[in-house]
């Protein structure tokens, strides 16, 4: 009986852990769409260069939690937009967003070339903060693959990075 018991226990600790998930996940996405649905008529106004490319970058952050397909779509705007502009930080920052991108939608070779990109780019600027978290998104895409020896390997080296820059996100992967 003790363990009938038990069991129905641990059933409803189950079941009201999954709600309170479901209503997490419901809430984070329902406060994305808002930020989204604020920040796209801002695009339809007449704006400066630096101004538009805020607006694209914080869309494509708001679209990571929702759609994926837009969160690339801005990300690749914000990248043109960047290029244009000749901040090669933001370029860099675009590369990674639209890596991981392919990376939730677990299209791990995609994924591995943009972050690749965005390394590359990284190291010609010597932007450390970009080449560490490339690194670390690489690393992902290894652990992914079952590559674990490359996974730690690179994974170190951007631990390594970020200590040196003292970054306190660490190994926070964000895409």
Not at 25 to 47: D, F, H, N, R, Y
Not at 80 to 106: F, N, R
Not at 124 to 152: C, F, H, M, P, T
Request: hydrophobic letters at 40%; glycine letters at 4%; proline letters at 1%.
């Amino acid at each position: 009986m003790t363990k009938i018991i038990h069991s129905s226990s641990r059933l409803k600790r189950f079941y009201f852990l999954s709600l309170i998930l479901i209503l997490f996940s419901a809430i984070q996405g329902v406060a994305q769409t808002t930020k989204v649905e604020k920040l796209l008529p801002q695009l339809k106004e007449k704006l400066e260069d630096t101004t538009r490319l805020r607006v694209l970058r914080e869309l494509t952050s708001a679209y990571s939690s929702v759609d994926q397909d837009k969160k690339f779509y801005y990300a690749k705007r914000y990248k043109s937009l960047a290029e244009k502009l000749k901040i090669d930080t933001l370029v860099v920052e675009a590369l990674i967003d639209m890596g991981g991108t392919h990376a939730i939608q677990s299209e791990m070779d995609s994924a591995l070339y943009y972050f690749e990109k965005g390394k590359e780019k990284a190291e010609s600027i010597k932007y450390q903060n970009g080449i560490a978290r490339s690194l670390a998104s690489i690393g992902y895409v290894y652990d992914k693959l079952d590559k674990e020896s490359l996974s730690i390997e690179v994974y170190n080296k951007a631990l390594a990075i970020y200590r040196k820059i003292k970054n306190k996100s660490l190994f926070i992967v964000s895409f």
